[in-house]
């Protein structure tokens, strides 16, 4: 009964605070790089457009930025900052299709993605898009690589 096959894993879920602040980053970023290309003149007005033609190309904007980023390392640049990542249920990397749908929900439909994971599951640490992808995030560790380690001088 010793055997390494007993091993249990055990994944961290991300906190929703640590959850939102990756999302703000993210949505600051690409919101930011958004409006130099489709309007480069007035840089800040086009952060909260309301027209829908204007959702949509965001939306479809941020769609594209987190199933590239989440698809292909895991992680966004607000989970890097905020060590979190995004995998399948045991841990695994994610694949490109789970990041898709992973990523709809919280580029078309966040507000019901979350409301609906919060009443619906509550205490699973899952947006609804995570249960249909099959995805969770965990908290990460920022760890030096294999064979380094870094020494921090006293200030």
């Known amino acids: 009964m010793g055997d390494e096959d007993d091993e249990i894993a055990t994944l961290h879920l991300a906190r929703w605070d640590s959850r ?7 949505f600051i970023l690409v919101s930011l790089v958004l409006n130099i290309f489709s309007n480069p003149f007035h840089f800040f007005s ?4 309301g027209n829908p033609f204007d959702f949509l190309v965001r939306s479809t904007g941020f769609l594209i930025y987190w199933t590239v980023m989440e698809g292909y390392t895991g992680q966004s640049i607000g989970k ?3 060590n979190l990542k995004v995998t399948d249920r045991s841990g695994k990397p994610v694949r490109f299709p789970a990041a898709f749908i992973e990523s709809f929900g919280k580029s ?3 507000p019901f993605d979350c409301l ?3 009443f619906g599951m509550p205490g699973k ?3 609804l898009f995570n249960r ?10 920022y760890q ?5 380690r870094y020494v921090r001088e006293h200030e």
Request: avoid cysteine; hydrophobic fraction near 65%.
């Open 46 to 49: 086009g952060i909260l457009a």
């Open 144 to 148: 030096e690589p294999a064979g380094i």
């Open 116 to 118: 609906i994971g919060w």
């Open 132 to 141: 249909v992808s099959g995805t969770i995030v965990i908290k990460t560790d």
């Open 108 to 110: 078309f439909l966040l």
């Open 80 to 82: 890097m900052v905020m």
């Open 20 to 26: 939102f602040w990756a999302w703000l980053i993210d």
């Open 125 to 127: 640490k899952l947006r």
